[in-house]
């Protein structure tokens, strides 16, 4: 049997961010934590900039998932921004603060 290793999948939606944490050994995967937070990143998102309140609350959430990582030491993470982190011209700020709170590139 090879050594567990706890990992993060955190899926940053227009509407809501979601983090599951999970224990994979071998091909065994079993959930640990599953945390889903509404942001409504996209909300009045007018095909150029996310608001000031949106990215706020998205950091917020980011800010929440961060203190819920740090009771896994070494934990690997990985995150993916849906479509509004393509599109937002304002986003790149976010992505560069969210990043750096995660340890991982979005």
Do not use: W
Not at 69 to 83: K, M, N, V
């Amino acid at each position: 049997m090879g050594m567990s290793k706890n990992r993060a999948a955190i899926d940053l939606g227009t509407n809501s961010f979601r983090m599951l944490i999970a224990d994979i050994e071998g091909p065994c995967f079993t959930p640990i934590k599953k945390v889903l937070r509404s942001v409504r990143l996209g909300e009045h998102f007018n095909g150029n900039n996310l608001t000031t309140a949106a990215l706020k609350r998205g950091l917020a959430a980011i800010t929440a998932f961060r203190q819920e990582l740090s009771r896994y030491p070494d934990i690997q993470t990985i995150a993916c921004g849906s479509a509004v982190f393509r599109q937002a011209n304002n986003i790149d700020a976010f992505s560069t603060r969210a990043e750096a709170l995660l340890g991982a590139k979005i």
